[in-house]
């Protein structure tokens, strides 16, 4: 076990990094944006790119992984809306809580992480389960998050649903990272390589994705419990001199805690029940490609996920306290499963 926490600390130790950073405001809260955008438009697409190139053809359309991940990826979903759904979580809050319960963070997290645990033909099957995160699970929970306004019949249903689609089109065609999934595929079926000057630059801003990623991550969870905390704080004064406003939202415990059980629990065991079981009927599934995706499955949350909830107007506090309370759940957890499937 000791040696699994020496390959993991580091990377969470990054993550402490980046939250001690922006919570010390060493880090200005307003330079964050800019550091998504490193990563997420030029340092993690170029490293996903090159994974996929160098990746044989037959890895990243492995349909066994895909079903077994698609199928646990939807059975999560569909049963975090079932548990959570009621008076107070309409369709919104539920449905984000379902794709911060499905969705981990394996782009800026798991890729660097898993490669420097179990090499690079862990690539393959993480990518698999990107590309279905990102077209699949996020479209169907933003779909599903815009029934609290489809209520109605006739055209105000239809034109919500309609909303909620061209939404979730527009999120994927302007999104780096399938594009650049989409690349590497081509390359390593056609056998090309990138030209050398291109493919040294390319591999430059793969090199700086993990470390700015992992330290990114910290200074999302940072400013999430800034922001929250300071909204209390002018809530209560404002409510003190009478000036309107309420004493702030905090999400409770028990809208919380089960869906960060469901991610770091219930996920990896439903992704290894599912596999097994597979195998077992015979299914042409690897061994290796299921220890991968059960890793990628005890990840923590995505931390793109309350973007996306504060961008459709969900409960953005109680997101990102999942998100938080996974991530540090995981320095615990992860290690754990890595060790037990190991």
């Keep these: 076990m000791l040696p699994v926490f020496l390959v993991t600390f580091p990377f969470f130790a990054l993550i402490a990094a980046g939250y001690a950073a922006a919570r010390a405001r060493l880090l200005p809260l307003e330079a964050i944006p800019g ?12 490293m996903l790119l090159r994974f996929g190139a160098g990746t044989p053809i037959a890895q990243l359309l492995d ?7 698609g199928a646990s990826a939807l ?4 049963g975090v809306v079932m548990l959570t759904r009621n008076a107070r979580i309409g369709w919104n809050d539920a449905a984000f809580g379902a794709l911060v319960a499905a969705f981990p963070n394996t782009g800026f997290m798991g890729v660097p992480l898993l ?4 090499g690079a033909q862990a690539a393959g099957p993480m990518i698999i389960t990107i590309a279905f995160d990102l077209v699949v699970t996020s479209s169907l929970c933003i779909a599903l998050s815009r029934l609290d306004g489809a209520g109605g019949a006739g055209v105000a249903g239809r034109s919500g649903a309609s909303l909620a689609a061209r939404k979730a089109l527009r999120g994927i065609l302007v999104n ?7 690349l590497g595929v081509l390359l390593s ?6 030209p050398g000057p ?3 630059t390319v591999a430059m801003l793969a090199d700086a994705a993990s470390p700015v990623a992992l330290f990114t991550i910290g200074a999302v969870l940072a400013r999430s419990a800034l922001l929250a905390r300071e909204h209390a704080a002018s809530a209560a004064v404002a409510q003190a001199m009478g000036t309107g406003g309420t004493a702030g939202h905090k999400a409770p415990l028990a809208d919380v805690l089960p869906v960060v059980a469901v991610k770091l629990l219930v996920h990896p065991l439903l992704v290894w029940g599912l596999g097994y079981g597979a195998i077992a009927l015979g299914l042409p599934l690897a061994h290796s490609a299921l220890v991968v995706i059960v890793m990628v499955a005890a990840l923590p949350s995505a931390s793109n996920v309350s973007m996306l909830a504060e961008r459709f107007g969900a409960d953005n506090g109680r997101i990102a306290r999942i998100i938080l309370w996974t991530t540090v759940a995981a320095f615990f957890s992860f290690p754990l499963a890595v060790g037990w499937l190991r």
């Design 115 to 118: 490669v420097a645990i179990l």
């Design 63 to 69: 349909g066994s992984v895909a079903l077994i991940w």
């Design 198 to 200: 291109i493919e040294r």
């Design 35 to 46: 550091l998504n955008t490193f990563v997420l438009y030029f340092a993690l697409p170029c």
């Design 176 to 182: 780096p990272m399938p594009w650049s999934i989409l």
């Design 75 to 78: 059975a999560v979903v569909a």
């Design 189 to 194: 079926a056609a056998r090309w390589q990138l």
